[in-house]
């Protein structure tokens, strides 16, 4: 701006000739910060940026001048960008007034954070007697919860109950760790299945006997077969029968009879088929 001096007052002037020269003033630009603000969002979501991610210390500003605002850029803003922090770029600053100040951009941080998702043991079954092998594969979940070309693959399993021995019963079948492709964007809870052991068919069945015509027939109560061994370690102790035909009065004749009880030691829940003999 042009400056024009108007009045020269002081002392002796009368003794010069006083020449008026313009002078100009110049009005520099004021320094105004503009800080980008910290946001956040979730594995798998896109960040749309409104703009009005900054602060601005109103004392900054002159003159009922405003920041109204801005533009902001991040590699982050994707649904793909892995979980992590990023750099927040603002500019592009727009309001009124602004052409008065020197503009200081500041960056800010976008936190990506994990997505949550649920993995759960599947409920598989074993029939009592045999071994349990895991295909790794036991498991479920929403694949529609994955992004993009992410996946869980494989899984590893235990559960107590993948020997033979492991009694009849529902078991808990627990998650130890998964594999598959990033998996390190995701909080993953993993819940528990059920590894579930079955009775195993077993048949006994009386042998067929004999005795003379007017005698008695005692009974060991051994006088049975099984149609396959038990498993190690199970075994029946003895088998009381009935038949009408262990009289000395039973005519001659084939007369059947059947198990009536039977004590098993560490397999009762096992044995399921009985058949006659005669």
Same mark, same amino acid.
């Given at each position: 701006?042009?400056?024009?001096?108007?009045?020269?007052?002081?002392?002796?002037?009368?003794?010069?000739?006083?020449?008026?020269?313009?002078?100009?003033?110049?009005?520099?630009?004021?320094?105004?910060?503009?800080?980008?603000?910290?946001?956040?969002?979730?594995?798998?979501?896109?960040?749309?940026?409104?703009?009005?991610?900054?602060?601005?210390?109103?004392?900054?500003?002159?003159?009922?001048?405003?920041?109204?605002?801005?533009?902001?850029?991040?590699?982050?803003?994707?649904?793909?960008?892995?979980?992590?922090?990023?750099?927040?770029?603002?500019?592009?600053?727009?309001?009124?007034? &602004?052409? =008065? /100040? %020197?503009?200081?951009?500041?960056?800010? $941080? +976008?936190? !990506? #954070?994990? *997505?949550? @998702?649920?993995?759960?043991?599947?409920?598989?079954?074993?029939?009592?007697?045999?071994?349990?092998?895991?295909?790794?594969?036991?498991?479920?979940?929403?694949?529609?919860?994955?992004?993009?070309?992410?996946?869980?693959?494989?899984?590893?399993?235990?559960?107590?109950?993948?020997?033979?021995?492991?009694?009849?019963?529902?078991?808990?079948?627990?998650?130890?760790?998964?594999?598959?492709?990033? &998996?390190? =964007? /995701? %909080?993953?809870?993993?819940?528990?299945? $059920? +590894?579930? !052991? #079955?009775? *195993?068919? @077993?048949?006994?069945?009386?042998?067929?006997?004999?005795?003379?015509?007017?005698?008695?027939?005692?009974?060991?109560?051994?006088?049975?077969?099984?149609?396959?061994?038990?498993?190690?370690?199970?075994?029946?102790?003895?088998?009381?029968?009935?038949?009408?035909?262990?009289?000395?009065?039973?005519?001659?004749?084939?007369?059947?009879?059947?198990?009536?009880?039977?004590?098993?030691?560490?397999?009762?829940?096992?044995?399921?088929?009985?058949?006659?003999?005669?």
């Amino acid at each position: 701006f042009p400056v024009t001096i108007l009045v020269v007052n002081g002392s002796g002037l009368a003794n010069y000739e006083i020449a008026i020269e313009k002078g100009n003033f110049k009005v520099l630009k004021r320094n105004l910060r503009i800080q980008a603000l910290d946001v956040s969002k979730v594995y798998g979501d896109n960040y749309l940026a409104s703009g009005k991610e900054f602060f601005v210390d109103p004392i900054s500003l002159a003159n009922n001048d405003t920041v109204q605002a801005l533009t902001l850029a991040s590699t982050g803003f994707v649904a793909h960008a892995p979980a992590g922090t990023y750099v927040i770029v603002p500019n592009n600053a727009t309001g009124r007034g &602004l052409e =008065n /100040y %020197n503009l200081q951009y500041n960056n800010a $941080t +976008l936190y !990506v #954070t994990r *997505k949550n @998702i649920t993995v759960s043991a599947a409920t598989i079954t074993k029939t009592y007697g045999d071994t349990y092998t895991f295909s790794a594969k036991e498991f479920n979940y929403d694949k529609a919860q994955m992004i993009g070309t992410d996946s869980i693959d494989s899984a590893q399993l235990q559960s107590a109950a993948t020997i033979a021995k492991a009694p009849v019963g529902d078991h808990q079948l627990s998650i130890v760790s998964l594999s598959g492709y990033r &998996l390190e =964007n /995701y %909080n993953i809870k993993m819940l528990n299945g $059920t +590894l579930r !052991v #079955t009775q *195993k068919n @077993i048949t006994i069945r009386a042998n067929n006997s004999t005795k003379p015509y007017g005698e008695l027939l005692n009974f060991t109560g051994k006088e049975f077969s099984t149609d396959q061994g038990l498993i190690a370690g199970d075994s029946i102790y003895f088998v009381i029968f009935s038949s009408a035909g262990i009289e000395p009065s039973a005519p001659v004749a084939t007369t059947a009879f059947s198990r009536r009880w039977l004590m098993a030691m560490q397999c009762s829940t096992t044995i399921s088929v009985i058949c006659q003999g005669s």
